[in-house]
C-alpha cells in the first residue's frame, strides 16, 4: 500500500492533501484498502456514494450502457437522457419544469449563476458567509472561505455575503433590486454542517421574489435523501427558481444537474452548454441511482438513521464535545478542539470521517449504512475522545 500511495503522491498535482490509505474496493457503507484492512465509510466520496458503494443496480446499468451508446450529444436526443428528465421531473420540487445536466456541482453552480444573469439582466450576486459551492471561477466567487479564494482574486465582481440565517442581512442586501440571484444551501455542508433555519429560508424566498431576484438552492450535498427528505427544500416548503444537485444523483458516476422553474420559461440556444453533460453513461447509472433511493426509501432511512445517530452520539459524554447537529445522515459534531487529530484516530480504529472546518468532525455515510454500523462509529468516537 505504501509503494502505491508514494506513486500516486509523487504523480498527482498535489491539490489533494492525502490520507495514507489506498481504496481499492466497496461495498454498501464499507470500503477495504489495498491490505484488505475494512473500514465504515462515513466520508462516502464527500457524500457521493448515497446508494452504497458498488451498488450492484447501479453497476449493471453502467455496465449494460457502456455496451449500448456512451456518447450522445445534447444536440441529439437519446432514449436514457428522456427517461431520466422525466423521473427528474417527477421527483423535484413543485414547480420545477426543466433541467439542465451537467457533470459535478461546480459546474450545476456556474450554470445556475449564468442563468441568474441571463434571466434577470442583472450582474450582482448574494452568497452566505460559510457558504460553499465549488472551486471553479464563478462558484468560487461565491464560496465564501478566503483560503480558498485569495489566490485566485480577482474573482466575478459584485458579489456580497450575508450572515446565514439573518434575516435582516438579507433584506438589506436586496433593497437595491439589482441582485440577480441569492446562492444558499439549506444546510451548510463544508461550513461546518449548520442547519438553515426554515423561518430564514421561507423568508429568503419571498424577499427574492419581492424584488425580482431568482432563489438558487445549493442541493449539491443535501439532494437525493441525504437530510431525510428527496430534496432538503422540502422539509420548509421551499419553491426555489433553480437546484443546483450533483454528488450522489448518478451513484457514483460524475454527474450535474441544475432544475430550472417553469416560471423561468425555456433558456435560449447556445448560451451555455456541456460536452459531456447528460451523457448515456451517466444518465443510465441516475435513473439506476434514483429508483433504487425511491425503492428502498432512503430519504425516510436517513431520517430514521440519523435521528437516531444523533441521539447516540449526544449522549457520549466528552468534554471535548460543544455540539452535535445535522439534519438526516448529514451529521456534525462540533468540538472545542481541531478535529484533525481525532480523523486519524478514528481512522485506526476503521472509521472514515471528514472535517467540515477546523473544529467539526463531519459524517456523510451512505444512506443505506445500518444501525450497528452506526453504533460502531458511536464507539469509537467515544474511544478516541477525551
Ligand atoms: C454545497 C456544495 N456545492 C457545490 C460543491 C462542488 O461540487 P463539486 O466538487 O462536484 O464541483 C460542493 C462540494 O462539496 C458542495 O458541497
Redesign the pocket.
Known amino acids: 500500500m505504501k509503494e502505491l500511495c508514494q506513486k500516486e503522491i509523487a504523480y498527482e498535482s498535489g491539490f489533494n492533501q492525502k490520507r495514507p490509505i489506498a481504496l481499492v474496493r466497496g461495498k454498501g457503507a464499507r470500503v477495504w484498502d489495498a491490505q484488505g484492512r475494512e473500514y465504515i465509510d462515513c466520508i462516502g466520496g ?2 457521493v456514494a448515497i446508494v452504497g458503494h458498488a451498488n450492484p443496480q447501479v453497476a449493471e446499468a453502467v455496465a449494460a450502457q457502456a455496451r449500448k451508446l456512451l456518447v450522445c450529444p445534447g444536440s441529439f436526443c437519446n432514449d436514457v437522457r428522456a427517461e431520466l428528465l422525466t423521473e427528474l421531473m417527477r421527483i423535484a420540487p413543485a414547480g420545477i419544469a426543466r433541467a439542465f445536466l451537467c457533470n ?6 456556474e450554470a445556475a449563476l449564468k442563468i441568474a444573469r441571463l434571466v434577470t439582466g442583472r450582474k450582482r450576486l448574494v452568497a452566505a458567509m460559510r ?6 471561477l464563478g ?1 468560487l466567487s461565491v464560496t465564501w472561505r478566503r483560503e480558498y479564494r485569495e489566490a485566485f482574486e480577482p474573482l466575478i465582481p459584485e458579489v456580497s455575503f450575508v450572515p446565514y440565517n439573518d434575516i435582516a442581512a438579507l433584506e438589506e442586501a436586496l433593497s437595491g433590486g439589482d441582485v440577480a440571484g441569492v446562492i444558499l ?1 439549506v444546510v451548510q ?2 461550513g461546518g454542517v449548520i442547519v438553515g433555519e426554515g423561518e430564514y429560508l421561507r423568508a429568503v424566498q419571498g424577499l427574492c421574489r419581492k424584488n425580482g431576484t431568482l432563489f438558487i438552492v ?5 439532494g437525493f435523501g441525504r437530510t431525510g427528505r428527496m430534496f432538503a427544500c422540502e422539509h420548509h416548503g421551499l419553491e426555489p427558481d433553480l437546484l ?1 444537485l ?2 450522489g444523483i448518478a451513484g457514483g458516476v460524475p454527474m ?1 444537474a441544475v432544475l430550472i422553474h417553469e416560471r423561468l420559461g425555456k433558456m435560449p440556444p447556445r448560451k451555455h452548454g456541456s460536452t459531456f453533460g447528460g451523457s448515456p453513461l451517466a444518465c443510465a447509472a441516475a435513473l439506476a441511482a434514483i429508483r433504487f433511493i425511491l425503492k428502498e426509501r432512503l430519504p425516510q432511512r436517513a431520517a430514521e438513521l440519523g435521528a437516531y445517530f444523533m441521539e447516540k452520539l449526544r449522549g457520549i459524554d466528552s468534554p471535548a464535545i460543544r455540539e452535535v447537529r445535522g439534519l438526516g445522515l448529514m451529521v456534525g459534531v462540533e468540538l472545542k478542539e481541531r478535529a484533525g487529530p481525532y480523523l486519524s484516530e478514528l481512522a485506526e480504529r476503521g472509521i472514515l470521517a471528514l472535517s467540515a472546518g477546523a473544529t467539526v468532525i463531519r459524517f456523510l455515510p451512505p444512506l443505506v449504512i445500518s444501525r450497528e454500523e452506526l453504533d460502531q462509529v458511536v464507539a469509537a468516537l467515544s474511544e478516541v475522545l477525551p
Open positions: 464527500h457524500g459535478s456541482g461546480a459546474e450545476a453552480v457558504g460553499f459551492h465549488g472551486r471553479t462558484a444551501e455542508g463544508e445549493d442541493e449539491v450535498q443535501t443546483c450533483a454528488k450535474g
